[in-house]
Protein backbone atom coordinates (compact mmCIF):
# COMPACT_ATOMS: atom_id res chain seq x y z
CA UNK A 1 0.00 0.00 0.00
CA UNK A 2 3.03 2.68 1.05
CA UNK A 3 4.15 3.73 -2.37
CA UNK A 4 5.77 7.10 -3.45
CA UNK A 5 2.96 7.26 -6.61
CA UNK A 6 -0.09 9.44 -5.86
CA UNK A 7 -1.63 9.13 -9.14
CA UNK A 8 -1.39 6.79 -11.96
CA UNK A 9 -2.80 7.69 -15.87
CA UNK A 10 -4.82 4.74 -17.57
CA UNK A 11 -4.87 4.55 -21.00
CA UNK A 12 -7.17 2.12 -23.15
CA UNK A 13 -9.71 1.59 -25.33
CA UNK A 14 -12.98 3.20 -25.35
CA UNK A 15 -14.27 -0.30 -26.49
CA UNK A 16 -13.81 -3.52 -25.55
CA UNK A 17 -12.14 -5.31 -27.68
CA UNK A 18 -13.14 -8.72 -28.86
CA UNK A 19 -11.47 -10.87 -26.34
CA UNK A 20 -12.91 -10.94 -22.87
CA UNK A 21 -9.49 -10.73 -21.75
CA UNK A 22 -9.10 -7.25 -22.08
CA UNK A 23 -12.18 -6.55 -19.82
CA UNK A 24 -10.73 -8.97 -17.33
CA UNK A 25 -7.42 -6.84 -17.03
CA UNK A 26 -9.23 -3.56 -16.92
CA UNK A 27 -10.89 -4.69 -13.80
CA UNK A 28 -8.06 -6.52 -12.04
CA UNK A 29 -5.93 -3.63 -13.12
CA UNK A 30 -8.82 -1.27 -11.61
CA UNK A 31 -9.02 -2.92 -8.27
CA UNK A 32 -5.07 -3.05 -7.87
CA UNK A 33 -5.06 1.02 -8.23
CA UNK A 34 -7.60 0.94 -5.63
CA UNK A 35 -5.71 -1.32 -3.43
CA UNK A 36 -2.51 0.43 -3.53
CA UNK A 37 -4.20 3.88 -2.49
CA UNK A 38 -3.33 5.44 -5.87
CA UNK A 39 -5.62 7.88 -7.35
CA UNK A 40 -6.85 6.77 -11.22
CA UNK A 41 -6.55 9.15 -13.82
CA UNK A 42 -8.48 8.60 -16.61
CA UNK A 43 -9.86 9.75 -19.76
CA UNK A 44 -13.44 10.42 -18.25
CA UNK A 45 -15.75 7.91 -20.10
CA UNK A 46 -18.07 5.04 -18.91
CA UNK A 47 -17.53 3.13 -21.96
CA UNK A 48 -15.47 0.24 -22.68
CA UNK A 49 -12.21 -0.43 -21.11
CA UNK A 50 -11.94 3.38 -19.91
CA UNK A 51 -15.25 2.56 -18.14
CA UNK A 52 -14.26 -0.92 -17.02
CA UNK A 53 -10.93 0.54 -15.06
CA UNK A 54 -12.82 3.36 -13.57
CA UNK A 55 -15.72 1.49 -11.94
CA UNK A 56 -13.77 -1.10 -10.68
CA UNK A 57 -11.51 1.84 -8.61
CA UNK A 58 -15.25 3.11 -7.78
CA UNK A 59 -16.28 -0.36 -6.30
CA UNK A 60 -12.85 -1.29 -4.72
CA UNK A 61 -13.06 2.15 -2.82
CA UNK A 62 -10.34 4.12 -4.67
CA UNK A 63 -10.46 7.48 -6.14
CA UNK A 64 -11.09 8.36 -9.79
CA UNK A 65 -9.96 11.65 -11.57
CA UNK A 66 -11.73 11.76 -15.24
CA UNK A 67 -10.85 14.11 -17.73
CA UNK A 68 -12.97 14.94 -20.67
CA UNK A 69 -13.44 17.25 -23.27
CA UNK A 70 -16.50 19.06 -23.60
CA UNK A 71 -17.57 17.55 -27.65
CA UNK A 72 -16.48 14.18 -26.13
CA UNK A 73 -19.14 14.05 -22.86
CA UNK A 74 -21.70 12.39 -25.01
CA UNK A 75 -19.91 10.09 -27.38
CA UNK A 76 -17.57 8.94 -24.13
CA UNK A 77 -20.70 8.51 -21.83
CA UNK A 78 -19.39 11.17 -19.39
CA UNK A 79 -19.04 9.04 -16.22
CA UNK A 80 -21.01 10.50 -13.47
CA UNK A 81 -19.89 8.62 -10.39
CA UNK A 82 -15.95 9.76 -10.42
CA UNK A 83 -14.35 11.62 -7.41
CA UNK A 84 -13.61 14.31 -9.56
CA UNK A 85 -14.30 15.06 -13.34
CA UNK A 86 -12.55 17.91 -15.15
CA UNK A 87 -14.03 18.88 -18.30
CA UNK A 88 -11.59 20.37 -20.78
CA UNK A 89 -12.02 22.67 -23.92
CA UNK A 90 -9.95 20.24 -26.23
CA UNK A 91 -8.31 16.93 -26.45
CA UNK A 92 -4.78 19.04 -25.96
CA UNK A 93 -5.85 20.44 -22.47
CA UNK A 94 -7.30 16.85 -21.63
CA UNK A 95 -3.78 15.07 -22.29
CA UNK A 96 -2.17 17.89 -20.25
CA UNK A 97 -4.30 17.66 -17.62
CA UNK A 98 -3.74 13.97 -17.24
CA UNK A 99 -0.25 14.18 -17.70
CA UNK A 100 0.24 17.02 -14.95
CA UNK A 101 -1.74 14.94 -12.79
CA UNK A 102 -0.01 11.60 -12.80
CA UNK A 103 3.00 9.83 -11.72
CA UNK A 104 3.44 6.90 -13.93
CA UNK A 105 1.41 5.71 -17.25
CA UNK A 106 0.10 2.68 -18.04
CA UNK A 107 -1.13 1.37 -21.04
CA UNK A 108 -3.72 -1.30 -21.52
CA UNK A 109 -5.27 -2.43 -25.32
CA UNK A 110 -6.89 0.29 -26.94
CA UNK A 111 -7.22 1.53 -30.69
CA UNK A 112 -5.89 4.67 -32.31
CA UNK A 113 -6.60 6.62 -28.90
CA UNK A 114 -4.88 4.69 -27.23
CA UNK A 115 -1.74 4.60 -29.77
CA UNK A 116 -1.71 8.34 -29.39
CA UNK A 117 -1.86 8.52 -25.66
CA UNK A 118 1.11 6.64 -25.63
CA UNK A 119 3.26 8.12 -28.12
CA UNK A 120 2.82 11.29 -26.62
CA UNK A 121 3.81 9.98 -23.40
CA UNK A 122 6.68 8.00 -25.13
CA UNK A 123 7.88 11.27 -27.34
CA UNK A 124 8.09 13.65 -24.68
CA UNK A 125 10.02 10.89 -22.08
CA UNK A 126 12.60 10.96 -25.30
CA UNK A 127 12.73 14.69 -25.30
CA UNK A 128 13.95 15.00 -21.57
CA UNK A 129 10.90 16.13 -20.90
CA UNK A 130 9.71 13.65 -18.39
CA UNK A 131 11.43 10.54 -16.76
CA UNK A 132 7.44 9.34 -15.69
CA UNK A 133 7.26 5.40 -15.99
CA UNK A 134 5.71 4.03 -18.93
CA UNK A 135 4.06 0.56 -18.71
CA UNK A 136 2.41 -1.51 -21.99
CA UNK A 137 0.48 -4.39 -20.44
CA UNK A 138 0.38 -7.34 -22.46
CA UNK A 139 -3.03 -8.83 -23.10
CA UNK A 140 -3.41 -10.91 -25.38
CA UNK A 141 -0.66 -10.16 -27.60
CA UNK A 142 -1.87 -6.64 -27.66
CA UNK A 143 1.37 -4.96 -25.59
CA UNK A 144 3.77 -7.12 -27.62
CA UNK A 145 2.34 -5.97 -31.22
CA UNK A 146 2.75 -2.55 -30.00
CA UNK A 147 5.85 -2.85 -29.01
CA UNK A 148 6.77 -4.31 -32.27
CA UNK A 149 5.83 -1.26 -34.06
CA UNK A 150 8.83 0.54 -31.72
CA UNK A 151 10.85 -2.36 -32.52
CA UNK A 152 10.84 -2.17 -36.02
CA UNK A 153 11.25 1.83 -36.17
CA UNK A 154 15.03 0.82 -34.24
CA UNK A 155 15.01 -1.58 -36.88
CA UNK A 156 14.86 0.57 -39.90
CA UNK A 157 16.76 3.32 -38.54
CA UNK A 158 13.93 5.70 -37.76
CA UNK A 159 14.54 5.47 -34.08
CA UNK A 160 17.40 5.43 -31.74
CA UNK A 161 17.96 1.37 -29.78
CA UNK A 162 17.68 3.20 -26.75
CA UNK A 163 14.03 4.35 -27.66
CA UNK A 164 13.68 0.97 -26.27
CA UNK A 165 14.32 2.06 -22.55
CA UNK A 166 11.83 4.52 -22.32
CA UNK A 167 9.25 2.36 -21.27
CA UNK A 168 8.80 -1.59 -19.86
CA UNK A 169 6.57 -4.18 -21.15
CA UNK A 170 4.87 -6.41 -18.92
CA UNK A 171 3.67 -9.68 -19.09
CA UNK A 172 0.17 -8.55 -17.04
CA UNK A 173 -1.66 -6.88 -14.84
CA UNK A 174 0.54 -8.01 -11.78
CA UNK A 175 3.34 -7.59 -12.87
CA UNK A 176 2.64 -4.00 -13.96
CA UNK A 177 1.33 -3.03 -10.02
CA UNK A 178 4.48 -4.76 -9.10
CA UNK A 179 6.66 -2.70 -11.18
CA UNK A 180 5.33 0.35 -10.25
CA UNK A 181 5.60 -0.69 -6.72
CA UNK A 182 9.16 -1.52 -6.74
CA UNK A 183 10.10 1.74 -8.72
CA UNK A 184 13.17 3.81 -8.42
CA UNK A 185 13.53 6.81 -9.73
CA UNK A 186 15.92 7.61 -11.77
CA UNK A 187 16.42 10.93 -11.52
CA UNK A 188 15.55 13.05 -8.53
CA UNK A 189 12.87 15.75 -8.14
CA UNK A 190 13.99 18.84 -8.99
CA UNK A 191 16.14 18.12 -12.11
CA UNK A 192 15.56 21.25 -14.34
CA UNK A 193 15.93 19.04 -17.08
CA UNK A 194 12.50 17.83 -16.46
CA UNK A 195 9.13 19.13 -16.50
N1 LIG B 1 -6.07 11.92 -31.21
C1 LIG B 1 -6.30 11.59 -29.94
N2 LIG B 1 -5.50 12.10 -28.99
C2 LIG B 1 -5.69 11.74 -27.71
N3 LIG B 1 -6.64 10.94 -27.27
C3 LIG B 1 -7.45 10.45 -28.20
C4 LIG B 1 -7.32 10.72 -29.55
N4 LIG B 1 -8.28 10.06 -30.20
C5 LIG B 1 -8.98 9.41 -29.28
N5 LIG B 1 -8.48 9.64 -28.06
C6 LIG B 1 -8.95 9.14 -26.79
O1 LIG B 1 -8.28 7.97 -26.40
C7 LIG B 1 -9.15 7.16 -25.64
C8 LIG B 1 -9.13 5.77 -26.18
O2 LIG B 1 -9.49 5.80 -27.54
P1 LIG B 1 -9.49 4.45 -28.41
O3 LIG B 1 -9.46 4.92 -29.84
O4 LIG B 1 -10.73 3.70 -28.06
O5 LIG B 1 -8.23 3.73 -28.05
C9 LIG B 1 -10.53 7.80 -25.72
O6 LIG B 1 -10.79 8.50 -24.54
C10 LIG B 1 -10.38 8.78 -26.85
O7 LIG B 1 -11.15 9.95 -26.63
Known sequence: MSSRFQAVAVFCGSRFGHDPAFREAAAFLGQGIARHGWRLIYGGGHVGLMGEVADAVLRAGGQVSGVIPHFLSSREVMHERVS???ITDSMHA????MYAQSDAFLVLP??????????EVLTWRQLRLHDKP??????AGWGRELVAVVDAAIERGFAEPGARELFTLVGDVSEALAALEAHVP???EGDPALL
Open 84 to 86: DLE
Open 94 to 97: RKQS
Open 110 to 119: GGLGTFDEFF
Open 134 to 139: ILVIDV
Open 186 to 188: AVQ
